[in-house]
């Protein structure tokens, strides 16, 4: 049996990149709070959706939509009559997001919706270090409002995280491609320019260009030396650059740290206006941690009135591998080790009440004798054992050994367990 290509296992005790489950689970708790503070409010939506909230959401001829989505008929429905819809594992959160805000009315229960989500995402692309066929984005969308106020704090809630995480190497690029004309006269700029340089461009990527021109200049200008490449803002009417320009005042103003990169268009269709991205040297030939922008028209390719909406997503395993934040242990509070074999279950009763208060406690219930479980408590990543013997604990008295001082001091416990209510108390503040 083998695991299916370009998916991971994520297992407890930690891979080559420093990942395991417990720092999966820190990270993620540590994501979740970033997102709570600035009052998001989490949503969750199925895996599976219909192939037509990507169709219609995405763009039929984005990568994601054209080669990448993993669609699926069940073979028991497979009589469906021409043109029924697919099945499909979600690529991206922010369709099914406005998918479910339409069915669901939510625009009726809050004007403003300030939503986040974090869940597994499946694209079939060539995996690679930090692309996965199936990884997983903490997203966050603001749906109901053009403000540009909401533009600076979702920006700042992307740049908290790269904070929080220590992510020390990045560079945060913003840009406006305006609106749907102002995009479509840059396409023809940019084929205009690029098809001066016809000789030195890849034939593949020449194809790119004739099929979508802000495709080639996503996927491919970086390849090619160009001066003087077609610059977004040149084309942008005038609301889009008075936007753009008020924004970056904002942004100087609370001391933002941003680059323009003006030719920095999204490979998904919804965008309008601001989209941004982060990337980091340290992450290889896929470096981008982070990505969003605004999408004004996404409702609309669902039939609904124009509603103004901005978000952005951010890969897990991408922020994981280059945070450096994540030598987080896995640490046990107690290991408790009983001298005697009868005193196995006077011990198993102290380490469920040791729980109750909170600790994180290993017992040995394979009955090994003192020095095995010495030992074991040694190779644990406890960080005190207790030592429970007949004698002391016939006046109700264990022995505390700090694992790292070699320290050992005698506690009694028949006075309610107030050390460990007090430790506790300590430790939880720390
Ligand atoms: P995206 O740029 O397609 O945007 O993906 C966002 C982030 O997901 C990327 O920057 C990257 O960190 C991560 N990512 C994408 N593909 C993979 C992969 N194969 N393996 C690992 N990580 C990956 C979106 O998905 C938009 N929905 C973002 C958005 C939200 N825009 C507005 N709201």
Not at 122 to 129: A, L
Not at 204 to 214: A, F, G, Q, R
Not at 344 to 367: H, M, P, T, Y
Request: hydrophobic fraction near 35%.
């Amino acid at each position: 049996m083998k695991i299916v290509k370009g998916f991971r296992d994520i297992l407890p005790y930690g891979n080559k990149n420093n990942e395991s489950s417990f720092i999966w689970g820190s990270i993620t708790d540590q994501l979740k709070r970033i997102m709570s503070s600035f009052n998001y409010e989490e949503i969750i939506t199925p895996v599976v959706e219909y192939d037509s909230t990507f169709k219609k959401g995405i763009g039929e001829d984005t990568d994601i939509v054209s080669k990448e989505m993993y669609e699926f008929v069940l073979e028991r429905d497979s009589s469906l009559p021409e043109g029924s819809q697919k099945y499909c594992l979600r690529p991206e959160g922010t369709a099914p997001i406005v998918r479910s805000v339409i069915e669901n009315s939510l625009n009726k229960v809050k004007s403003i919706n300030k939503l986040f989500y974090l869940g597994p995402m499946f694209r079939y692309e060539r995996s690679q270090k930090g692309r996965y066929r199936m990884f997983h984005q903490i997203g966050a969308e603001l749906i109901g409002s053009d403000q540009i106020l909401y533009e600076v704090e979702m920006l700042e809630m992307a740049h908290k995280i790269l904070k929080t995480l220590e992510i020390k190497r990045f560079s945060f690029q913003i840009n406006s491609i305006g609106n749907q004309k102002s995009l479509n006269n840059i396409a023809e700029a940019v084929r205009i320019f690029v098809k001066k340089h016809k000789n030195t461009i890849e034939d593949n990527d020449y194809k790119i260009l004739e099929k979508n021109p802000l495709r080639f200049l996503d996927k491919a200008i970086h390849k090619y030396e160009f001066d003087n490449i077609p610059k977004t803002v040149d084309y942008l009417d005038k609301k889009s650059l008075k936007r753009f320009n008020e924004l970056i005042k904002i942004l100087d103003n609370i001391k933002f740290p941003y680059q323009i990169n003006n030719q920095l268009v999204r490979g998904i269709d919804y965008y309008n206006d601001l989209v941004f991205e982060a990337t980091s040297k340290d992450l290889g030939a896929q470096d981008a941690l982070l990505a969003g922008g605004r999408y004004d028209t996404l409702f609309e390719k669902f039939n609904k009135s124009e509603t103004s909406s901005i978000g952005f997503a951010a890969g897990v395993e991408r922020l994981i591998l280059a945070s450096n934040n994540n030598n987080l242990k896995n640490s046990l509070d107690f290991y408790i080790i009983f001298k005697e074999e009868d005193l196995v279950q006077d011990s198993l009763i102290l380490a469920f009440k040791l729980r109750d208060l909170g600790f994180k406690v290993e017992i040995d219930l394979e009955k090994r004798s003192f020095i095995k479980q010495i030992k074991l408590a040694d190779k644990s990543n406890a960080k005190r054992s207790i030592i429970i013997s007949k004698n002391d604990f016939k006046k109700s008295d264990v022995t505390i050994k700090d694992m790292n001082s070699g320290e050992e001091k005698i506690i009694n416990i028949r006075n309610n367990f107030q050390f460990f209510i007090e430790l506790n108390k300590v430790e939880s503040n720390a």
